[in-house]
């Protein structure tokens, strides 16, 4: 007798776990929430829970509860893998992860070979940020969507940018010790010496990820090499600390660079006294006059008291939310055949495609600096009073880039 | 003429500055990491366990000066956090260790590994897993000198200082007064210490209680210009126990040369660009580039964080004993 109760206890149990899984549409955050990329990691997250809270008020997707299920993956690609597998686990089928290609090659990976094995159950693999070009060239996949440009995308538009500015000399190259710094920095060799073979490279370090936390030798280092522009691809912690060392040994050089937007960034630039001389190059900044996005920014700090540093994230969240009313489903196999090839009008304005041959995304790109505002610039950053000017702005057409992608689509 | 030795003797003031600021920077990390190891290497030689929760008591005195400068300020802080620290520790050796002494050594090493996790699990419930913005006091927010072109920050200057002064008086204290010239016959004769009647357990909390409250005072100095987060102890522990094997278990005066040694070998490989590869160059063997591409073009900067470790084993290998170690592992 007593078993079957608890046998009907567990059936019941059972039972209401599906019927709830049925309304809402989970997406897995698999990023860092401790460690090193904590800083960024959580606020990735509350912007995802901000946006599946957007989505929600206006009815959720197909009328189903989207929700965001936090996976801290302390930036470490096996921890990834074992937050996927509990997601899936757990009845999620969207993954989103942007903190870290080597963690993303890593799911990347695992996605495609479960999806190989579990027909039917397939899982799709949303990247915001992880831009190591390989995820969209050699080892692209059906079930990876790349809404970040990646970083050769973003060096051939800096590199681009800085053919015009005549006072680079002497360019200091500092980056990540991983697949991404190793992309950056290859990337900026191949392309400056194409377009700048004046510019002498007087540097080019890597560094552990996430992992010191006193930049100054590294400062020292550039120092004495007499740079006066520094590329980096660094980001979160690692920008942040970087600029800060050169804000307490008053190093004064020109920035070009991928992240310096991230959590800290804009507090240890303004340390650094460094007024428009620090320069990035994204898909969006809050200065850019649009009234929607200007709304939504403002609805955001007021919620949050952080600035949209993810506009890539909007983008991935609203075509997500467009692709499963394309396709009348929220079935992985059927969204992602209505999200290739998607035309969509992106957060900052204008239109983006998603590249059906590699599941690349490409979207109106913007080079700002950061420094004193003007009337032109309601928004600051961190409560520093600077905020982001925009420098230069190169459209959709002008970011292709081709693709060896060869990829394997499900029949 | 005068155009080339001007440009020599410029060259000469650029190398100069990077090694006199990696000097600066590398003796900084030394001694924050002296404060630390010698706590550790005093508590290994009178209790006889390696105190794993070291590392532990830095991040509890860099968030326990974090909260206390956010409710009555930096100054204040920087005293009462290593005391309530330290009365921490003290209460760990009396409650916790005193009980499990008599399982054994191994048994006393597992409850401080132990103790390592439970005091990371609960700073990340009271403070979080995200940096807390621990900032340097306004009144030493300004650059110290300059050397040629480089500032240098006086917050720095001032770890600098407070590290000295608290060695100074450890050692006052240690060669001057009574309880110092007990602690030190404790060091190498622990039993016989006994034999004459002092109070020997009293004497192991308060040893315990100072060389957890050192590594606090270095976790207070330390948070505002390195990041105060529940990572820290992790980051920081395992170099510690380089520092103390390379030293020699027991051994004080090695301890301080294994910092000091460690500290400035990272900073200054960071400055170096030797590689294999720019050694040996057109006499590379014909599968650098392919099999061996890896290790032969890693520049010395890219490993200088693990060169510590490469230390260590080098010690190991050659002098197990440490540099200057007076005890048997």
């Known amino acids: 007798m007593r078993r079957l109760t608890i046998g009907i206890a567990f059936a019941l149990l059972a039972c209401s776990h599906a019927a709830i899984a049925q309304d809402t549409v989970k997406i897995g955050y698999i990023d860092p929430l401790s460690g090193g990329g904590a800083s960024v990691g959580e606020v990735g997250l509350k912007t995802f829970q901000f946006l599946a809270d957007e989505l929600n008020a206006k009815g959720g997707i197909l009328g189903k509860k989207v929700e965001i299920v936090p996976l801290d993956n302390k930036t470490n690609p096996q921890e990834s893998l074992i937050q996927a597998q509990k997601a899936i686990d757990a009845g999620v089928r969207y993954v989103t992860q942007g903190n870290g290609s080597s963690v993303a090659g890593a799911l990347s990976d695992f996605v495609t070979k479960y999806n190989d094995r579990n027909p039917g159950k397939e899982v799709l693999y949303f990247n915001y940020a992880a831009v190591d070009p390989i995820l969209t060239n050699a080892k692209c996949s059906f079930w990876h969507f790349r809404w970040d440009a990646n970083s050769d995308i973003k060096m051939e538009a800096l590199t681009n940018y800085m053919k015009g500015v005549p006072t680079i000399k002497k360019l200091y190259l500092i980056n990540q010790d991983y697949s991404f710094g190793e992309s950056v920095r290859s990337a900026a060799k191949t392309m400056l010496k194409a377009k700048r073979p004046d510019i002498a490279i007087v540097g080019?370090?890597?560094?552990?990820?996430?992992?010191?936390?006193?930049?100054?030798?590294?400062?020292?280092?550039?120092?004495?090499?007499?740079?006066?522009?520094?590329?980096?691809?660094?980001?979160?912690?690692?920008?942040?600390?970087?600029?800060?060392?050169?804000?307490?040994?008053?190093?004064?050089?020109?920035?070009?660079?991928?992240?310096?937007?991230?959590?800290?960034?804009?507090?240890?630039?303004?340390?650094?006294?460094?007024?428009?001389?620090?320069?990035?190059?994204?898909?969006?900044?809050?200065?850019?006059?649009?009234?929607?996005?200007?709304?939504?920014?403002?609805?955001?700090?007021?919620?949050?008291?952080?600035?949209?540093?993810?506009?890539?994230?909007?983008?991935?969240?609203?075509?997500?939310?467009?692709?499963?009313?394309?396709?009348?489903?929220?079935?992985?196999?059927?969204?992602?055949?209505?999200?290739?090839?998607?035309?969509?009008?992106?957060?900052?304005?204008?239109?983006?495609?998603?590249?059906?041959?590699?599941?690349?995304?490409?979207?109106?790109?913007?080079?700002?600096?950061?420094?004193?505002?003007?009337?032109?610039?309601?928004?600051?950053?961190?409560?520093?009073?600077?905020?982001?000017?925009?420098?230069?702005?190169?459209?959709?057409?002008?970011?292709?880039?081709?693709?060896?992608?060869?990829?394997?689509?499900?029949? | 003429m005068p155009e080339r030795s001007r440009l020599i003797s410029r060259g000469w003031c650029v190398v100069l500055e990077l090694i006199v600021i990696s000097t600066l920077n590398g003796v900084l990390f030394g001694i924050l990491l002296f404060l630390m190891a010698s706590g550790l290497t005093v508590i290994f030689s009178m209790l006889g366990v390696l105190n794993f929760a070291h590392a532990s008591f830095y991040m509890l005195g860099a968030f326990f000066g974090f909260q206390i400068s956010r409710w009555v300020g930096f100054w204040p802080a920087l005293l009462i956090a290593p005391l309530l620290a330290g009365a921490l520790g003290a209460a760990v050796e009396r409650f916790g260790l005193r009980q499990v002494h008599r399982n054994g050594h191994v048994a006393e090493l597992l409850f401080t590994f132990g103790l390592a996790f439970a005091i990371e699990e609960i700073v990340q419930i009271i403070w979080g897993k995200s940096p807390v913005d621990f900032r340097i006091p306004p009144l030493l927010d300004f650059s110290a000198f300059t050397i040629f072109s480089t500032n240098y920050p006086a917050y720095k200057m001032f770890m600098l200082l407070v590290s000295i002064i608290i060695f100074a008086g450890l050692l006052v204290a240690l060669k001057k007064t009574r309880i110092g010239l007990i602690v030190q016959a404790a060091l190498t004769h622990p039993q016989m210490v006994g034999h004459l009647g002092h109070n020997v357990g009293r004497i192991f909390m308060l040893v315990f209680g100072v060389g957890t409250a050192l590594a606090a005072i270095a976790g207070v100095i330390a948070g505002p210009a390195l990041v105060t987060q529940s990572n820290m102890a992790a980051l920081l522990g395992p170099i510690l126990f380089v520092v103390v094997v390379v030293g020699g278990l027991g051994s004080l005066p090695g301890a301080f040369i294994a910092s000091l040694l460690i500290g400035l070998v990272q900073t200054f490989a960071v400055s170096m660009n030797g590689s294999l590869d720019g050694a040996f160059g057109p006499l590379s063997p014909a599968y650098a580039q392919t099999w061996l591409a890896d290790i032969w073009g890693v520049t010395v900067a890219q490993i200088a964080p693990i060169m510590p470790y490469v230390l260590l084993v080098l010690i190991l290998i050659f002098r197990p004993m440490g540099l200057l170690g007076t005890r048997d592992t």
């Open chain 1, 204 to 411: 080019d370090e890597l560094h552990p990820l996430l992992k010191i936390t006193d930049f100054a030798p590294y400062v020292a280092k550039i120092k004495a090499s007499g740079a006066d522009t520094v590329v980096t691809g660094n980001w979160g912690q690692d920008f942040a600390l970087l600029l800060k060392a050169a804000a307490d040994t008053g190093l004064k050089v020109n920035w070009y660079t991928y992240y310096a937007g991230g959590t800290g960034g804009p507090t240890a630039i303004k340390q650094a006294n460094l007024n428009h001389q620090v320069f990035q190059i994204a898909e969006g900044i809050p200065n850019l006059g649009n009234p929607a996005a200007d709304t939504f920014e403002k609805a955001l700090r007021a919620k949050y008291d952080f600035s949209l540093f993810y506009p890539r994230a909007v983008n991935e969240m609203r075509m997500f939310a467009a692709a499963a009313e394309k396709a009348k489903s929220v079935d992985p196999v059927k969204v992602a055949t209505a999200l290739e090839g998607m035309e969509f009008d992106v957060y900052d304005g204008g239109k983006g495609t998603m590249r059906k041959e590699d599941h690349q995304f490409f979207q109106p790109m913007y080079i700002a600096s950061f420094g004193e505002r003007t009337e032109k610039e309601p928004f600051d950053e961190e409560k520093t009073g600077w905020g982001w000017r925009q420098a230069a702005k190169i459209e959709a057409e002008q970011t292709t880039l081709p693709t060896t992608c060869k990829m394997e689509r499900p029949n």
